[in-house]
């Protein structure tokens, strides 16, 4: 992470010398070279002008990736359900299909699957009410070792309890696309 003022500062140094660079080319009659400079110039332009303008305090590839492409957030159906469970609360949101789109990557040896990218979860997360999740986990059943935890991501540390995420597959026939989707969440209390 480099702090805002720092990256601000670098990037005007280098928009300084792209800037020198046109004036020279300029001044040498290479006409050739000078359309490199103006792109140069004009790349660290735009990248001081998002410094210049951001919010972030910190910048990082993945604050920068989460500012400039968010993860866009659609209204979902689901029904929610609540009840106990040996005394303790529980709450399960069960959504019809399409359901929220689930980013998935393969866990080395290519048997399981791994939630990386939380950015889709948390987006399902807040639309439902519940606080976002910190990190990414693997498949359940990675851990476990059992075939019927296939297809579930669990959080243990999970602020408010126990979050259980169950994936399915979903098809959205106004656009004719099928992909891995959020098909369930349970949330049981402490």
């Known amino acids: 992470m480099v702090a805002t003022e720092t990256a601000k500062t670098v990037i005007l140094i280098l928009l300084g010398l792209a800037i020198l660079w046109i004036v020279i080319l300029i001044v040498k009659n290479d ?18 002008y998002y410094v210049d303008h ?28 609540e009840g106990t469970i040996a005394g303790r609360p529980i709450t399960t949101f069960v959504f019809q299909d399409p359901g929220p789109p689930l980013s998935l990557v393969m866990m080395s040896g290519g048997k399981y699957m791994a939630v990386k990218d939380i950015r889709s979860v948390n987006v399902v997360l807040e639309y439902i009410g519940l606080p976002p999740v910190s990190e990414g986990v693997a498949e359940l059943a990675s851990i ?12 243990d540390d999970y602020e408010p309890g126990v979050l259980l995420l169950e994936r399915g597959i979903c098809r959205d026939m106004g656009s004719a696309e099928t992909f891995t989707c959020i098909a369930r969440i349970t949330v049981t209390g402490r």
């Open 144 to 155: 476990t070792g059992r075939t019927m935890d296939a297809d579930k991501f669990r959080w």
């Open 31 to 48: 006409m050739q070279t000078i359309l490199r400079a103006i792109i140069v110039a004009a790349v660290f332009g735009l990248a001081f």
């Open 54 to 81: 951001t919010k972030l305090e910190k910048l990082s590839f993945q604050a920068i990736k989460e500012e400039l492409f968010p993860v866009r957030s659609r209204a979902y159906t689901f029904d929610r359900r």
